[in-house]
């Protein structure tokens, strides 16, 4: 059974561009959330996907946006990039956001912003 | 709001040896969940354990354990028999019974297991 996948798995951009990340949540799991991890830092919330929809969000801004489809997967994008969103981006899927359940998370994708 | 506090930015322990991770929480939520993951140098998050707001007994799982101590705010985890292994960044963390599963982390400890 594979677990959470996300791809790229490295990415270098130039800052004012965007960017697509992308996410494969584990098997029988329908609630997908992102998270931003800074060199040195704990993952902060960015936001969470369910019925393909935006459901929480943390404090980041319009620049970073979403989607998820209907087989549960999921994109995050970033516009205008800034050196400050260099970072690790953490996928995490769970099965019942009712409940307070494990979070599989992916390896995440490291993006580095030039 | 939550607040997870990580007070030891780095920890060394001798092999076979046990160690606590420290972990202090802030939260008005009546009914909670606590974590701990464990990062390698790959990046991947692995589960650890979970301790629920309402559980009356310390969560347990294999050579980890959760001291809990809900008066205190503090869900310490504590890893016996350490080896090579567990050298990594460990994580506490928390999330709201029935916040949609988002979850609040402190800033980590690095755990460093020596021979």
């Known amino acids: 059974d594979a677990g959470v996948t996300q791809s790229p798995t490295h990415l270098i951009k130039t800052r004012g561009q965007q960017v697509t990340l992308r996410c494969s949540p584990k098997s029988g799991h329908d609630t997908v959330s992102w998270y931003q991890q800074a060199l040195g830092q704990g993952p902060q919330f960015i936001f969470q996907?369910?019925?393909?929809?935006?459901?929480q969000r943390g404090n980041f801004p319009d620049r970073f946006s979403g989607h998820q489809f209907p087989n549960y997967s999921s994109e995050l994008n970033v516009n205008a990039l800034l050196l400050g969103d260099s970072a690790l981006y953490l996928c995490?899927?769970?099965?019942?956001?009712?409940?307070?359940?494990?979070?599989?998370f992916g390896q995440g994708t490291r993006l580095t912003v030039v | 709001a939550q607040k997870i506090t990580q007070t030891q930015p780095g920890m060394f322990v001798q092999e076979k040896e046990a160690v606590t991770l420290d972990c202090t929480y802030d939260t008005s939520d009546p009914s909670y969940g606590l974590f701990w993951y464990k990062q390698p140098s790959s990046g991947e998050m692995i589960f650890l354990i979970y301790?629920?707001?309402?559980?009356?007994q310390n969560a347990t799982e294999g050579r980890y354990s959760l001291n809990f101590q809900k008066a205190r705010k503090s869900a310490n985890l504590v890893i016996s028999a350490s080896q090579l292994g567990d050298s990594a960044m460990y994580f506490c963390?928390?999330?709201?019974?029935?916040?949609?599963?988002?979850?609040?982390f402190g800033t980590g400890t690095q755990l460093k297991v020596e021979l």
């Open positions: 995490a899927s769970t099965e019942d956001r009712y409940m307070n359940t494990e979070a599989f």
């Open positions: 963390a928390m999330m709201r019974t029935g916040g949609g599963n988002k979850l609040t």
């Open positions: 301790q629920g707001s309402y559980d009356q």
């Open positions: 996907y369910y019925e393909e929809e935006e459901r």
